[in-house]
């Protein structure tokens, strides 16, 4: 199992439509989940942090499922600026506190007027 | 500006030579990290430095691959004998350390051997 998996996409969306993916983990021993947004060329840059109580940052809504090992993403009211891959990103865990992160494929979103 | 800078942007080599990446990491920031993304992939995991010693190294691809980051600030990341499939972008990202805090990333190198 891959240390983190996402479905690649594409998804298509209509503008002004809700979509939401999904990201599993294998690491149970995993601390810290994130949300970044890479687009065409650029550097990934963070979306959100995802808690286990959950968090909303506007139209994103992110959750953590610790039994499952998943984490998701929800993005209402859907904008054409809002197409772009989003990277599901965990905690290597390494061990002593902070470390490396580890990076999902991405899940491409294309949002069509 | 404040932000990871990354030089050079574009890096063409011959197969078999030496490179030498270089990374700028935003001041303050104890945790430094490597990765490698090439065309449709999410960035992949090279090694993760906090202060001057690389705490996690496990993601280097075998020995030609090596970093370093000797003051705790600028990092090398150093490939010998360069291969085609080495060919990427290569990413370097900095944090303030801690769990949940931010990596931000800079613009990255283009590395094209051929």
């Known amino acids: 199992r891959k240390e983190v998996e996402q479905d690649p996409g594409p998804f298509n969306v209509p503008e002004g439509a809700t979509v939401a993916f999904n990201c599993t983990y294998s690491?149970?021993?995993?601390?810290?989940f994130f949300w970044y947004r890479q687009d065409c060329r650029k550097e990934p840059k963070l979306l959100m942090s995802?808690?286990?109580s959950g968090n909303e940052d506007g139209r994103f809504t992110a959750q953590l499922n610790r039994a499952s090992q998943y984490i998701s993403l929800l993005i209402r009211d859907s904008k054409l600026s809002d197409s772009a891959t989003y990277l599901c990103?965990?905690?290597?865990?390494?061990?002593?506190?902070?470390?490396?992160?580890?990076f999902g494929k991405g899940t491409h979103l294309i949002i069509q007027p | 500006g404040a932000g990871v800078s990354q030089t050079p942007s574009n890096k063409v080599t011959e197969k078999g030579k030496y490179v030498e990446l270089r990374c700028d990491p935003i001041s303050g920031h104890t945790a430094l990290y490597w990765y490698r993304q090439s065309l449709g992939q999410g960035p992949e995991f090279l090694i993760y430095?906090?202060?001057?010693?690389?705490?996690?190294d496990s993601g280097l691809p075998n020995d030609r691959f090596f970093a370093v980051r000797p003051e705790g600030s600028v990092s090398t990341l150093k490939i010998q004998r360069t291969e085609r499939g080495d060919s990427a972008v290569y990413l370097c990202?900095?944090?303030?350390?801690?769990?949940?805090?931010?990596?931000?990333f800079g613009q990255g190198t283009r590395l094209t051997v051929v």
């Open positions: 990103v965990v905690n290597r865990n390494s061990g002593g506190g902070a470390d490396g992160l580890t």
């Open positions: 990202a900095s944090s303030l350390g801690g769990p949940n805090t931010e990596a931000f």
């Open positions: 995802v808690y286990s």
């Open positions: 690491n149970s021993a995993s601390q810290s």
């Open positions: 430095f906090q202060g001057t010693g690389a705490a996690d």
